[in-house]
């Protein structure tokens, strides 16, 4: 039974139950179910490929005279095992937990690590019990059931998302800090709509100007006090505490505490926006948690393989799509005239120019008419030149670009070295000499042939969304974030999102 701590009028438990979303129990169930079908198909079909109906017996050392004998277990019970231990380690290592499950890598991770670890103490055990596992039943079972898992957990949140956008499966949070801070927050949350973060409420510490936080149509507390009581009224599964202003230790505590009676869970959002989590390590020091960021990493050996990756796929691109290549060629030809190829100036790593190289996609001389379109879109100041409606694409052009044809020749940028086939858009110069002092350091790495704004908008994007994007891509490449963005610019692409 929970300890229970009197508070004015009433007695509350220590343990008292978290008021969890409705849907989490639901949401685990079908996990449960996705995960258990993929065990299953994964470990009977590895059963049946291997052994078929038969019921053959485990093989080990159960005599000291005897090597590789039967030991009286057929394969049906291991199987059996490894389905109901798999299930169990998945369930141990917290691989549906409400607060991962939805978004990010995490969830992905855990799944992995669970695997990996369950396979390798079937491993040991096996070596210390001098039992002999057939290893083609593991090589397939285990790769096959991963997949399988990851697949039915990613097809869930596809669903999920949707069913965020739409407004339901959410956490509702109440937000506590500055009114700048949770302003900003309040944002970010916006922006990641599929997190699945709605929030209900804010409490401020400090007073001014709280026009900026009408637009969300949430009540606002001022002052601690009254978090605990508009933490009920809204009815909030959470409460994120934005920056440090306001919030002392020993007040951050003090809510700790009361919450802790409500169950409601607290979230702490330190002032750091648009760093991968990666970079991040907590390190507790005399009872402070100490959060550590690494700096972004530009060169090394991490550098080294991603620029032999490049080069080696860039290759093998060109191999393989040589026949597109070619077919895309003779196609401008024939529909318009002037040269097949479009070269132009554009800003590389560390602002060295570099002549970019793609299909030519509108008239000839088109280049000239820029800045005039510009002007009278009145567009010619922002750094992302962008023209609506562009008369000066041909009809094959716009073809090309809705499919991202007209990207391709980019690929001997990436073998030449300019360029990398992940990285932040390349500007021309007249765009790059519009940059501010963040929007520059964008400069840092090479230019891609796609990027974080190909894959979240492309031409939709403001240019403020676009600078972003590339330098949180900037501050927090890796060559797994690579291989993921290289794979949803396939559908993207697929799907014509925001091409122009």
Known sequence: MGELVKEPGRWASRDAKPPRPEWIRTYSWRLVFSDSLAIVVAVVGSHLLWFGTR??????????????????????????????????????????????????????????DATFRFFGLVAIFALLLNVSVARGYIITAFPIGLILILAGRWSWRQWLRQKRYSGLYLVRVMLVGSIDSVAGMAEELERAAYAGYKVVGFCLTNSGDESVLHRYNAPIARGIPELLRHVSTVN??????????????????????????????????????????????????????????ESPRY??????????????????????????????????????????????????????????IKFRSM??????????????????????????????????????????????????????????????????????ALYDSAAARRLLVKPGITGLWQISGRSDLSWDEAVRLDLFYVENWSLTDDLIIMLRTIRVVLVKAGAR
């Open 55 to 112: 019921a053959i017996p485990l093989a080990g050392t159960v005599e000291p005279e005897r090597w590789n004998s039967p030991i009286g277990v057929s394969y049906f019970v291991v199987s059996a095992i490894l389905i109901v231990g798999w299930l169990a380690i998945l369930r141990i290592y917290g691989t549906r937990d409400p607060r991962i499950v939805g978004s990010g890598l995490t969830e992905y991770a855990r799944i992995a």
């Open 236 to 293: 909030a599964h959470a409460v994120a505490l934005a920056g440090s202003e306001g919030l002392p230790p020993r007040t951050v505590r003090s809510i700790s505490w009361k919450l802790e009676r409500t169950g409601i869970d607290m979230m702490l959002a330190p002032s750091l926006t648009d760093i991968a989590g990666t970079r991040i390590h907590t390190r507790p020091v005399a009872g402070l948690p100490l959060i550590y960021v």
């Open 299 to 356: 060169e090394g050996g991490a550098k080294v393989v991603k620029t032999v990756f490049d080069f080696s796929t860039a290759l093998l691109l060109v191999i393989m799509l040589s026949p597109v290549l070619l077919a895309v060629a003779i196609g401008i030809k024939l529909t318009s005239k002037g040269p097949v190829f479009f070269k132009q100036q554009r800003v590389g790593l560390n602002g060295e120019p570099f002549g970019i």
């Open 363 to 432: 008239r000839d001389g088109a280049d000239a008419e820029l800045m005039r379109l510009l002007e009278e879109q009145k567009n010619h100041d922002k750094p992302l030149f962008k023209v609506e409606n562009d008369p000066r694409i041909t009809k094959f052009g716009k073809f090309l670009r809705d499919s991202s044809l007209d990207e391709l020749p980019q690929l001997f940028n990436v073998l030449k070295g300019d360029m990398s086939l992940v990285g932040p858009r390349p500007q021309v110069p007249a765009e790059v």
